[in-house]
DNA sequence: TACAGTACTAACCTTTTTGTAAGTATGTCT
DNA sequence: AGACATACTTACAAAAAGGTTAGTACTGTA
């Protein structure tokens, strides 16, 4: 008896959204992930040249994690990783332009 | 001499949305504003039960301040005050269903 | 040998965000 | 008088996010 209490409460998606890409950093990263074929540690670094080492390796694990990013390991010494888009992670792209969008319409003068 | 270094540097669309709707809350309370005329606190509060009373204030005021939604207050007593989505805050409607886009198409099986 | 480059990891600390609990002012209702 | 309701405010605490610094393993190069 007392079969568990099985929560069915459809997941908010803006909850969802917002965990998977919250955050200071995780967009500004997918976003160049999207415009560049693939990416080395060294060269976001250079694209975002005010993230800390940490947190960029730190919120690319996150990405891979939930499989918005890829990496590859190219298993040469020294060390060469790839990091790129995923599938699931392209479809970030009309969300990152309809906050330009926002972002554009916000600082038009009234 | 030595003018002052002028920073231009367009800010990042990004960042600007970030900064105005980032956070736990704020993207929720402005979807609620969204769909209904005008709510007042107590009603809110219903609509969102999670969210603890100071940071529904608190989250109110910054979106009042950032010209996202409006408060009037209609000077009764007891006191009674509306909230609703300003101009500017009904931007952030496509926004909105982006995410919510996102959030279906990322739960799909692949 | 010493230094540089790569992709990390780990310890530690600061700042920011979020939450809890209690209290305020005002007037109505009982 | 005392309870209730509204929209807040305040002080404090906990948790989460972000940042700094140093160190690892490996190899090529000066």
Redesign the interface.
């Known amino acids: 008896m007392s079969e568990e209490k099985i929560v069915v409460s459809a997941?908010?998606?803006?909850?969802?959204?917002?965990e998977?890409i919250?955050g200071?950093w995780k967009?500004?990263i997918l976003?160049q992930l999207s415009r560049h074929e693939e990416l080395r540690l060294s060269e976001l670094k250079k694209l975002i040249p005010d993230i800390s080492e940490k947190m960029l390796i730190q919120e690319l694990k996150t990405l891979v994690d939930g499989n918005l990013a890829l990496r590859k390991n190219y298993g040469e010494v020294p060390p060469r990783v790839g990091y790129s888009i995923s599938e699931?992670g392209k479809?970030?792209e009309?969300?990152?332009a309809?906050?330009?969008?926002?972002?554009?319409?916000?600082?038009k003068p009234d």
């Open positions: 997941r908010c998606p803006i909850r969802t959204t917002l998977l919250g200071k967009l500004i976003q699931k479809h970030i009309p969300l990152i309809e906050m330009v969008r926002f972002a554009k319409n916000y600082e």
